[in-house]
């Protein structure tokens, strides 16, 4: 189980990040480009999920493409899942309650490598 605490550790230990607010709600940022943010589910949401939407916090997360999403979706069921919102997007929603260090720590590292510039992500990653 992670907190905010751990989604903002885990965020602003990557280069050039920021936190700040988006509609109200943390967010994380890369110059300027948000890869995770807090993602509370609207009414749209609660009615499209049913009994399987989730009581707790949601997080939102950047992935690297639609594939990468539907794998997360197809290996994670347990934390990961998404709405109709985010069809064609390339991002997920995460139960917060459900997410582990070390799945918090490759979402988030992937959700930012996704959304820095590439100079950038080329430097924190030395091949």
């Not at 994380?28 to 509370?40: D, L, N, Y």
């Not at 939407?53 to 992935?63: I, T």
């Not at 998404?82 to 390339?90: L, Q």
Request: one cysteine or more.
């Amino acid at each position: 189980m992670s907190s905010w605490d751990d989604v903002a550790r885990a965020c602003l230990a990557l280069p050039e990040t920021a936190e700040g607010t988006s509609y109200g709600k943390r967010s994380w940022a890369v110059r300027g480009k948000s890869f995770v943010w807090e993602r509370p589910l609207g009414k749209k949401d609660l009615a499209e999920l049913g009994d399987a939407a989730p009581a707790g916090p949601v997080l939102g997360v950047r992935v690297p493409d639609v594939g990468v999403k539907e794998a997360l979706l197809t290996e994670e069921p347990a934390a990961c899942f998404t709405t109709s919102h985010f069809d064609g997007h390339p991002a997920v929603l995460v139960r917060l309650d459900e997410l582990g260090p070390e799945l918090l720590a490759e979402l988030v590292e992937e959700a930012w490598a996704s959304t820095a510039p590439k100079r950038l992500v080329a430097e924190h990653r030395p091949t």
